[in-house]
């Protein structure tokens, strides 16, 4: 054969990596593994077969984790907790830094290791999972250095629960482990059942690497190991990649506990391609999309969205390209794609595309050769799906792409945020105002322009709406492994039901406040109203007893509101000081209000006045100073994070500090340019529903804040329910914590709970950053810059 005729064909044979050290391995471990816990490998026990994706045949059996097993290795990450986290910052960015440099000497030999146990190709093992692993573990080495200059005043969480899938085994290992050791926690880690070679691999380059016995557990199992561990009290944070399904059933059994939670979820992620587009750059851009890793992948470009213009030579160069890629066993390094992972996920992506051909989508498919034995399926483009098919909405997670036609730009933005994920998207056009104007108005936490599936440790990885909530990588994704240290020894709070009136005699004029919807003051939907009962027994009016009908009209009012997020930050930060000005112009009623309300002496009163004055002032501030960050990741591009309003925020507020609690709550949340609906404080409203008196002269715009009276666990069940509701910030009592965390399932709404211990409001802590961080999400847009 001439080298021309190779390169017409581009026909050649298989070029295998050598597997024979991992066989080794296996061998040397009798293809039986323990669980690693307190430094030691415990002996195999009843389990289960990983199986090699490529072949089919057996490579290992593992032990099946249970609940005995979980609660010994929390107890040994929790013996080793305090020794680890004592250690100085520079002490543990060394032990990182062996990690680091240990994956590094060790890299071939987990490549080859997972590749066999997950299918994928050796080419990406080699060239992108294990070096981006390792980079993880030096970034966050630096993490750990800087960790008292760059986190003051934060602690250690303490025991980490960590849940990975299977799709990229090793390195999402690294995006867990990396940033819980750096920041000083320990960690009780359960890999995926398909995948569970490379964590039992890293345990022993880790022991090897001097890692204190007990910061790093690893428990092998199925989902009930992972549900032992997710659910054990013994834990103070879950950290979860895997299905949306899982991660609600997490957030479920977690709720109420006290226990931090981030959730890396699925994705249904826009591909646009703009007519503009370097058609060549997009279509080799598509490959990287869905066929990078067989299509599983939680950020893969699943839905190709093309401009009609372009469509049908679009699809005609995507039809060449796909015919050309080899797929193959995972240790042949001339291959573009593996084996998927399992017959059953082979089965499901299999049962998607038949359904959505019978509704009428039109298959490209890749009529290539797949290897006898393993569990192959070929890249797939599924054409003109109907909008209403499965395999448009649902994640199939194989290497199969649906692809619409779309007009104009704001019909690619409608499209593309048509869906309940909002993990990433890539927009393709040589127009840079085009691509900035969509990468501003896409739901997604990743934005890529011309390019796809790029990612660093450096830079924050997580989605929006049902993609589940925190960010793993970067400045970002280091706070979700601390706490900050003032509210750890937050005292529970005394709920005290609101005093009942003595018969129905009014001992003040007769007012009854309404609720304040859409900048309108209206009364409550069931007509009901509650007295409300001062410090000194004498009633002060009524407030109206808001229900769901009500918190429907205040969402409603809260999202039409939407343009709030989109003005500028100068502009927000000049509302909040002039509601500060107008709130102290009536600070003298307010004060007299809180003493009559809850009985404080008047200088009490003024400070809670002055302190809101403040409060709002402080907010103002940083409506135009909370800025994002320019990342530089080693590869061509920045990465801009823009910390972006979540959407529609339900308040509940504290009982107590009825205007300082409120102020505190809502401020940071409207500065940062969300619309809220705040329920206030139960026995104590008054100091709320004056407010809007405050606002209403404040140039606030109608719906960005909306105050409903009542109930706040009836009122708080209502918006953790509701699905237009994006986030949920609840003070009150430990139940109501659980009871919103709970019904949040409904869209996986982010939320912010006290877990029912008070605050100290007035003290500096209770504002700031933290409170900033909890109203906003990054976006991290990267775009092409340089040569
Ligand atoms: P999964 O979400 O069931 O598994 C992920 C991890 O969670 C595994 O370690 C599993 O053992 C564990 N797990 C399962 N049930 C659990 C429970 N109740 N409590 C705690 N841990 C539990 O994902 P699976 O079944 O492997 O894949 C199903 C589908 O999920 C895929 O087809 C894909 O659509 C999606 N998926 C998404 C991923 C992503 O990165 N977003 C990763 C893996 C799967």
Known sequence: MSVASYFDTMDYAPSNEDDSAARDWLAAHDHRFGHFIGGQFTDPADGFDTFEPATGKVLAQVSRGTSADVGIAIAAARKAQKGWAALSGHERALKLYALARIIQRNARLIAVVEALDNGKPIRETRDIDIPLAARHFYHHAGWAQLQDSQFPNHDPLGVIGQVIPWNFPFLMLSWKIAPALALGNTVVLKPAESTPLTALLFAELAQAAGLPDGVLNIVTGEGETGAFLAGHEGIDKVAFTGSTDVGRKIRAATAGSGKSLTLELGGKSPFIVFEDADLDAAVEGVVDAIWFNQGQVCCAGSRILVQEGIAADFYARLNTRMQGLRVGTSLDKTIDMGAVIDADQRARISGMVDRAVAQGAQL????????????????????????????????????????????????????????????????????????????????????????????????????????????????????????????????????????????????????????????????????????????????????????????????????????????????????????????????????????????????????????????????????????????????????????????????????????????????????????????????????????????????????????????PNALGAELAKHNDVNALWAFGSAELARTVEQLSVSNLKRTFTDNGRAWDWNSPDAEGEHFLRHATQVKNIWVPYGA
Not at 462 to 486: H, I, N, Q, T
Not at 595 to 603: I, L, N
Not at 620 to 631: L, Q
């Open 364 to 711: 490209l498919q890749a009529d290539v050769a797949l290897p006898e034995g393993g569990t192959y399926y070929p890249p797939t483009v599924l054409c003109n799906v109907p909008s209403t098919a499965e395999a448009a909405s649902e994640e199939i997670f194989g290497p199969v792409a649906v692809s619409m036609t779309f007009r104009t730009p704001d019909e690619a933005v409608l499209l593309a945020n048509h869906s309940r994920y909002g993990l990433s998207a890539s927009i393709w056009s040589e127009n840079i105002n085009q691509a900035l104007d969509l990468a501003a108005s896409v739901e997604a936490g990743i934005v890529w322009v011309n390019c796809t599936n790029v990612m660093d440790a450096g830079v924050g990885f997580g989605g929006v709406k049902e993609s589940g909530f925190g960010r793993e990588g970067g400045r970002e994704g280091c706070y979700d492994y601390l706490r900050p240290r003032a509210f750890a020894k937050a005292a529970l709070r005394k709920t005290v039901a609101p005093a009942k009136p003595k018969g129905f005699a009014l001992d003040a004029v007769d007012r009854t406040a309404k609720l304040f919807i859409g900048g309108k003051q209206a009364r409550p939907d069931g007509n009901h109203s509650t007295s409300v009962v001062g410090a000194n027994g004498q009633v002060l009016g009524a407030v109206g007893l808001g229900n769901r009908k009500d918190i429907r009209n205040a969402v409603e009012a809260a999202r039409a509101a939407a343009s709030w997020g989109g003005k500028s930050q100068h502009n927000r930060a000049q509302i909040l000081f002039y509601l500060g000005e107008n709130l102290s112009a009536r600070a003298d009623e307010f004060a007299d209000r809180l003493r009559d309300m809850t009985g404080v002496k008047a200088d009490k009163a003024k400070a809670e006045v002055a302190a809101s004055i403040a409060r709002l002032f402080s907010y103002g501030a940083w409506a135009d100073k909370y800025e994002g960050t320019v990342h530089m990741p080693p590869m061509r591009g920045l990465a801009l994070a823009v910390p972006e309003a979540i959407g529609v925020a339900g308040v509940i507020c504290p009982p107590e500090a009825p205007l300082l609690g409120f102020v505190s709550a809502v401020a940071p949340l409207i500065a940062t340019g969300n619309r809220v609906v705040a329920i206030p404080s139960e026995p104590h409203p008054f100091s709320v529903t004056d407010f809007y008196q405050v606002a209403e002269t404040s140039d606030l715009p109608a719906g960005v804040l909306n105050i409903v009276t009542g109930d």
